[in-house]
T-cell receptor
Framework: DGGITQSPKYLFRKEGQNVTLSCEQNLNHDAMYWYRQDPGQGLRLIYYSQIVNDFQKGDIAEGYSVSREKKESFPLTVTSAQKNPTAFYLC????????????FGDGTRLSIL | AQTVTQSQPEMSVQEAETVTLSCTYDTSESDYYLFWYKQPPSRQMILVIRQEAYKQQNATENRFSVNFQKAAKSFSLKISDSQLGDAAMYFCAYRSAMRGGADGLTFGKGTHLIIQP
């Protein structure tokens, strides 16, 4: 099946620890995105990548890092510099063509231990 | 920067009735795309409907339709014959057409839709 796989579904972080959220897609989409969702805040853009080996900061990139070594994969690292990481994280992809919508993964819930 | 405002944190409607969710946006651009996404309790984001700003005709998808008022920068969603499965958070989203629209979506804060049986 074509789709976007985010893992793990739930993740717990200890103080001072970096954690990495996985996002893999087999839709052959060029563009990939990471969003953060907090209660009452909607979704906010963290990072995005339009092609392999290139990515740009979104609105709330501080405390996060990404890589795009393969077209299929766009992992997000939540670093210890992110002081309030508890949130729901959504990965999305799109073809990058005009009015085509973004497709979303099922999300990862990150909590602080 | 663009902003999207959903002024109704929560709406409630009787099953089989019609409900309209409001969305306004602020942009200086003339070419863009607008979307409504639905997020049920499973938290999966599901596209409901989309609208290109250059099209005057309002988009329709079965029971879902929009009222797109470009001059007023308004993009409301009408759900007809509401069903229990329509209960969800609804997000309005904006995407610029500049640079192929690849800079991501700007979302509103969402409207929680409750369907009363």
């Amino acid at each position: 099946d074509g789709g976007i796989t985010q893992s793990p579904k739930y993740l717990f972080r200890k103080e001072g620890q970096n954690v990495t959220l996985s996002c893999e897609q087999n839709l052959n989409h060029d563009a990939m995105y990471w969003y953060r969702q907090d209660p009452g805040q909607g979704l906010r853009l963290i990072y995005y990548s339009q092609i392999v080996n290139d990515f740009q900061k979104g609105d709330i990139a501080e405390g996060y890092s990404v890589s795009r070594e393969k077209k299929e994969s766009f992992p997000l690292t939540v670093t210890s510099a992110q002081k309030n990481p508890t949130a729901f994280y959504l990965c999305a992809t799109e073809t990058g063509v005009g009015n085509q919508p973004q497709h979303f993964g099922d999300g990862t819930r990150l909590s602080i231990l | 920067a663009q902003t999207v405002t959903q002024s109704q944190p929560e709406m409630s409607v009787q099953e089989a009735e019609t409900v309209t969710l409001s969305c306004t946006y602020d942009t200086s651009e003339s070419d863009y795309y607008l979307f409504w996404y639905k997020q049920p309790p499973s938290r999966q984001m599901i596209l409901v409907i989309r609208q290109e700003a250059y099209k005057q005709q309002n988009a329709t998808e079965n029971r879902f339709s929009v009222n797109f008022q470009k001059a007023a920068k308004s993009f409301s969603l009408k759900i007809s014959d509401s069903q229990l499965g329509d209960a969800a958070m609804y997000f309005c989203a904006y995407r610029s057409a500049m640079r192929g629209g690849a800079d991501g979506l700007t979302f509103g804060k969402g409207t929680h839709l409750i369907i009363q049986p």
